[in-house]
Antibody
Framework: EVQLLQSGAAVRKPGEFLKISCKDSGYSFNIYWFAWVRQRPGKGLEWMGSIYPDDSDVKYSPSFQGHVTISVDKSVSTAYLQWNNLAASDTAIYYC????????????WGRGTPVTVSS | SYVLTQPPSVSVAPGQTAKIPCGGINLGTRTVHWYQQRSGLAPVLVVSDDSDRPSGIPARFFGSNSDNTATLTISGVEDGDEADYYCQVWDATSDRVIFGGGTKLTVL
């Protein structure tokens, strides 16, 4: 059974750096789009952006562009979400999700990485 | 940018039918997907491409899409169906994924 294995919970201070990960346990990492989705406490789902590992093409939501960086390392079948300057408002659960082969729905989700940013 | 509108909550008694709407301009011309998110868990795809059910999703879950409204219908509602439900589309004009605000289904 293919799974998306996300890194563990993180606690940081405002202004700090953080990089979280999402490893695809399957064998077809390069040919799927992968997304990052934010869920703030008690709130809904927000698409942050998606990346296609084969050519590292990235699509960002305007709401997140410039504040985060999405990347991949094909050699370890892993996608990343990175902040260089965290803010308290980044406190949330971050899910990675795999897009379906033929269209923009997400048929496989990770368990989520809780991120807490507090001074 | 494109907006999907969902009611914050829907309530239904066990065994009854729940209808969760998702509104958007000319939504019937787009392909809508639905996710179930139980408390404390990751979302799960329950309907793709307006009305297709992924493997393992019961036939009680049915999706439809026409004009300006897509609807997720859950028949014979069970206690385990209590969750938040989100609709989602791809907006090709802006090249982005759009989620609705989510609807909390309460089983009375």
């Amino acid at each position: 059974e293919v799974q998306l294995l996300q890194s563990g919970a993180a606690v940081r201070k405002p202004g700090e750096f953080l990089k979280i990960s999402c490893k695809d346990s399957g064998y077809s990492f390069n040919i799927y789009w992968f997304a990052w989705v934010r869920q703030r406490p008690g709130k809904g789902l927000e698409w942050m952006g998606s990346i296609y590992p084969d050519d590292s093409d990235v699509k960002y939501s305007p709401s997140f562009q410039g504040h985060v960086t999405i990347s991949v390392d094909k050699s370890v079948s892993t996608a990343y979400l990175q902040w260089n300057n965290l803010a308290a408002s980044d406190t949330a659960i971050y899910y990675c999700a795999r897009r379906g082969r033929d269209w923009w729905y997400f048929d496989l989700w990770g368990r989520g990485t809780p991120v807490t940013v507090s001074s | 940018s494109y907006v999907l509108t969902q009611p914050p909550s829907v309530s239904v008694a066990p065994g009854q039918t729940a209808k969760i709407p998702c509104g958007g301009i000319n939504l019937g011309t787009r392909t809508v997907h639905w996710y179930q998110q139980r408390s404390g868990l990751a979302p799960v795809l329950v309907v793709s491409d307006d009305s297709d059910r992924p493997s393992g999703i019961p036939a009680r879950f049915f999706g439809s899409n026409s004009d300006n409204t897509a609807t997720l219908t859950i028949s014979g509602v069970e206690d385990g169906d209590e969750a938040d439900y989100y609709c989602q589309v791809w907006d090709a004009t802006s090249d982005r994924v759009i989620f609705g605000g989510g609807t909390k289904l309460t089983v009375l």
